[in-house]
């Protein structure tokens, strides 16, 4: 019996691909909600803290202090928190954070100053969501996880096409090297003609 590399090796593709398939379905089913990362501004003391973005505060248009809480709505699910605190200019042309007001007037310091972190800190203790910012973070937190499944799906397409198409070309380069016809798995064996019998006169 002769080893059949090729039948060989399109059923240990065929598993790997099953397997691939099986793992994804898998992952996708049991994979929770996906962590929110979001920011909310407090722009001045006393202010309510506003949603302004789904990220996190970087680059130029930040310019403040940033204080982080993790925080789990009702369902669930997980919400980092950046509670951004801009810099406003002083009399003197600095920027500093405020971090008191009273009678229209702000008190204001450097970012990491003692006043500053304990203002910064006492606001982010404080902090929780509304209803309804809840059902913000919840959708959003569903839509990443969907986004996070199409990706995951997509990643998964081009491997089994590269797998395909891996298992196709190393076939058509054996082939080649053994003089295999396309479609077939061995050489086809020669054919030894035999010299035709003399018909019997009665």
């Not at 920011?39 to 202090?65: L, M, Q, Y």
């Amino acid at each position: 019996m002769r080893f059949n590399i090729f039948a060989g090796t399109r059923r240990l593709v065929l598993v790997v691909a099953v397997l691939s398939m099986l793992g994804f379905i898998f992952w996708a089913f049991t994979i929770s909600n996906a962590t929110v990362y979001t920011t909310f501004t407090v722009d001045r003391p006393g202010a309510t803290p506003t949603w302004t973005n789904w990220s996190f505060p970087i680059g130029s248009d930040f310019k403040g202090k940033d204080v982080r809480k993790d925080l789990t709505t009702k369902t669930g699910t997980g919400v980092t928190l950046y509670l951004y605190f801009p810099e406003k200019k002083a009399d003197d042309g600095r920027m500093l954070i405020p971090f008191r007001s009273e009678d229209g007037r702000w008190w204001m310091n450097e970012p990491y100053s003692e006043p500053v972190e304990t203002y910064t800190k006492q606001v982010a203790n404080s902090f929780t969501f509304t209803a309804e910012q809840e059902r913000v973070m919840d959708k959003q937190s569903s839509h990443l996880r969907w986004k996070s499944i199409g990706e995951a799906g997509g990643i998964l397409v081009g491997w089994l096409v590269s797998l395909g198409l891996g298992a196709w070309v190393v076939g058509w380069i054996v082939r080649g090297f053994f003089g295999i016809p396309t479609g077939m798995d061995f050489k086809p064996e020669k054919v030894i003609p035999q010299p035709e019998r003399p018909e019997e006169t009665e």
